[in-house]
């Protein structure tokens, strides 16, 4: 500590996590009495968003009331101003799930390489540390970044064991519980850990290649499901154009705006039903 002071630095260093979900206090303090607002971090930290959970509420909230104003205003219905804003509130989780299966695929696309850096690294002779270093510096995000993490924490004193655990909660893909339970099983029993990350990999590539084919026997699926959900608002665009008066009726009576709120929700019943058909877990 002295000769940190000694060098004059000139930004403040934070030994401390950061961990505020606000920087409101108050805000802050409101938020650490739900349970709900620990996972909404959670989710934030695996979507890698530099933003806290604080804040994102604000923006669910702005979309909420933007949306929910401008139904009102067209439609001069409660019940399309509400259910817009509802909408409105839920665009930003959209793509915070988004951002997310996003992260997560491309981490499985990179993650078998980073075992056979750790293998090779293991043969040759290196500490796990070491090579744990080695690919934070080498392999691609986002897998450079949680070996990073894996490495920093262990430097600073965390057992290597939590450090694994950490990132299984962070990264909860099956492919990485299987690496942290083959290192786990083998600093507690011995063995060896190359030949054990050879296979691990073998395994995870096998499991890529089913994966692969199990989305061509699927295609015909996705494509049903993309154009049963354009189909409606096509259709209604189209209606718009070429006959609007037959069209008017849907918009400007308040029958019209409760079957745009019912068939909104059939639509998305039926798209997570038809999604959740054709996403097949290998």
């Not at 709900?36 to 804040?55: E, F, M, N, Y």
């Not at 009576?253 to 068939?263: F, R, Y």
């Amino acid at each position: 500590l002295n000769r940190a002071a000694d060098r004059n630095p000139t930004e403040e260093v934070a030994i401390l996590r950061d961990e505020l979900l606000s920087e409101i206090p108050a805000l802050d303090k409101m938020l650490r009495q739900f349970s709900w607002s620990g996972k909404l971090q959670t989710l934030l930290v695996q979507a890698d968003l530099k933003i806290r959970p604080g804040k994102f509420l604000l923006v669910c909230g702005c979309g909420a009331g933007i949306f929910g104003f401008i139904a009102e205003l067209w439609s001069n219905s409660p019940a399309i101003g509400l259910f817009a804003g509802v909408f409105g509130a839920c665009i930003p989780l959209f793509y915070l799930y988004w951002k997310r299966s996003k992260r997560f695929r491309q981490f499985e696309e990179l993650f078998p390489e980073a075992i056979d850096f750790l293998a090779r690294g293991t043969r040759a002779g290196l500490s796990f540390s070491t090579t744990l270093e080695m690919i934070s510096n080498e392999i691609a995000e986002p897998v450079a970044g949680e070996f990073r993490k894996i490495f920093e924490e262990q430097k600073y004193g965390l057992p290597i064991r939590d450090a694994l655990l950490n990132v299984a909660e962070r990264v909860p893909i099956i492919d990485v519980k299987f690496f942290v339970t083959a290192v786990m099983l083998q600093r507690e029993t011995g063995g060896n850990l190359a030949e054990i990350l050879d296979k691990l990999s073998y395994v995870i590539r096998e499991r890529f290649k089913i994966l692969r084919q199990v989305r061509v026997y699927t295609a015909q699926g996705r494509l049903t499901l993309g154009i049963l959900m354009a189909l409606p608002p096509l259709l209604v665009a189209g209606f718009t154009v070429v006959s609007p008066d037959f069209i008017k009726p849907l918009f400007n009576t308040t029958a019209g705006h409760w079957l745009i709120v019912i068939s909104i929700s059939l639509q998305t019943i039926g798209f997570l039903l038809i999604r959740k058909i054709i996403n097949i877990q290998v």
